[in-house]
């Protein structure tokens, strides 16, 4: 079972592929489309878990709690990107725009969870748990796999 720093690692590691991938390509191509769609499905679904998981523990020690809370609220606004993205034209000149936007947040917040943040959680997160946090992360990553339609669905109904 990989540590819960281990987990988020591959999970941005893919991430970084899938950026780079989309980036390549033109158009609303049927690479694009799969890359994108891989992509959007697994970031939603780490997001949630790492926040369930990860952030909520840091948020229960005055040591972690700015960090999390800031990386929080940067997964809402780079939520808020993929929402935009998923609903325009993959073949317009804005969407290649406002996808570099993601691109450039995400690979900033991915190095900032990397390097500042997992500093943080290992002083919160005692290293003897970091194998059950990883487990708990790629559990809960597990099931909101399955539910990311139904929560944009409901997302959607709310506005």
């Not at 591959?10 to 991938?21: G, I, P, T, V, Y």
């Not at 390509?25 to 697994?42: H, P, V």
């Amino acid at each position: 079972m990989p540590s819960i720093y281990d987990a988020i690692k591959e999970d941005h590691d893919r991430h970084r592929e899938w950026l780079n991938k989309i980036a390549e390509t033109s158009g609303d191509s049927k690479d694009r489309r799969e890359a994108w769609d891989a992509f959007y499905n697994d970031i939603k679904s780490h997001s949630a878990a790492e926040e369930e998981t990860f952030y909520s523990k840091l948020m229960q020690d005055t040591w972690g709690q700015d960090a999390a809370r800031h990386s929080v609220h940067e997964h809402a606004e780079i939520d808020e990107i993929l929402e935009e993205l998923r609903e325009m034209d993959m073949s317009s000149p804005g969407w290649l725009t406002r996808f570099k936007t993601l691109k450039h947040d995400y690979e900033h917040h991915m190095d900032e969870e990397e390097d500042e943040v997992f500093t943080r959680a290992k002083k919160v997160i005692g290293a003897e748990h970091n194998d059950a946090f990883g487990k708990r992360f790629l559990d809960h990553k597990a099931t909101e796999e399955k539910l990311v339609e139904e929560k944009r669905e409901d997302a959607l109904h709310d506005d």
